[in-house]
């Protein structure tokens, strides 16, 4: 099983997780993904947090963040690497942003001009909006005043990979959305790109690394398992008690409704109801006291 995970790991791309947050660790290459995504050079002040869990309250459920960084001007820069579209990403990301901003300021602070400026970038390899864009950025403005911005600091960015509109980009914009989908040498190569070179030899510090190895394939078996586990929820009373276990480990690995239906090749209908049932038993998420609930709100 070993080199078969060897291998996946070597064959992966930017647009899959695992790289893409190992690969963001590194201050310079997340740095360097900024500035061809914004087209805009950004000097980072800080190393990229990967993976950030986020809780504003116990009573409000847990994001994870896959890197957050902040610039010299302290805005702050968050993205996301997603490759299956859950049906929900937008609204997800505007909740994502909110807690976000909840989490800025001190408890009790009334100078919300405190507020960090932030982005949040989410990259996928699909079009959410449909017009064939590569990028779609978005500011409030005044719906009776379209050239009225409100300005207050916060924007979204949603990447399309498979755009059409090559004409309004940089030749490295674009070499980049087809490095993300087919991370290779022969990508990196043909590139005049010292950005994506740069980003490249991460790639390549990662895959070749033995401790990565390990730890890809210990994160591959989880997900192996999981997906296994899934396979047997069926009409039983122990079936559905076995995936209500799994949905709360998961719900400790603060992973969201879409996330968990995602590992265990559920549909999310089915996740949603157990999900939000068993985040008011948190912390203790007793399986069997979630399970009678669920089948007192069933009948």
């Not at 070993?2 to 791309?13: D, G, H, I, R, S």
């Not at 932030?118 to 699909?126: E, G, K, Y």
């Amino acid at each position: 099983m070993e080199n078969n995970v060897t291998t996946k790991l070597k064959n992966l791309n930017l647009v899959d997780k695992f790289l893409f947050d190992e690969t963001m660790e590194d201050r310079e290459a997340y740095q360097a993904v900024i500035s061809i995504l914004l087209e805009n050079e950004t000097a980072l002040l800080t190393k990229p947090q990967t993976e950030k869990e986020l809780r504003v309250s116990p009573q409000l459920r847990q994001i994870r963040l896959d890197v957050v960084s902040m610039d010299e001007e302290k805005k702050l820069y968050y993205t996301e690497m997603q490759k299956k579209n859950t049906g929900n990403l937008i609204k997800r990301s505007r909740y994502y942003q909110s807690q976000l901003d909840v989490s800025l300021l001190e408890p009790g602070s009334t100078d919300f001009n405190l507020l960090n400026d932030s982005c949040f970038i989410l990259i996928a390899p699909f079009d959410l909006f449909g017009k064939g864009l590569y990028r779609y950025t978005f500011e409030g403005i005044c719906r009776e005043s379209p050239d009225l911005k409100i300005k207050d600091g916060a924007v979204r960015i949603f990447i399309n990979t498979n755009g059409r509109n090559k004409k309004d980009f940089s030749q490295e914009f674009l070499d980049f959305m087809e490095y993300i989908n087919k991370t290779t040498d022969k990508t990196a190569f043909d590139t005049k790109s010292s950005k994506i070179k740069l980003i490249h030899r991460q790639v390549n510090k990662i895959k070749l690394s033995e401790k990565m190895g390990v730890k890809y394939m210990q994160r591959w078996e989880e997900i192996a398992y999981a997906r296994e586990e899934g396979r047997i929820y069926g009409k039983t009373e122990g079936e559905l008690l076995k995936l209500i276990n799994l949905i709360c480990k998961k719900i400790k690995k603060g992973q969201s409704p879409e996330e968990i239906a995602e590992v265990l090749e559920e549909e999310i209908e089915t996740v949603l109801p157990i999900y939000n049932l068993a985040v008011g038993f948190a912390p203790e998420y007793d399986c069997e006291k979630i399970f009678k609930k669920y089948y007192s709100c069933d009948s």
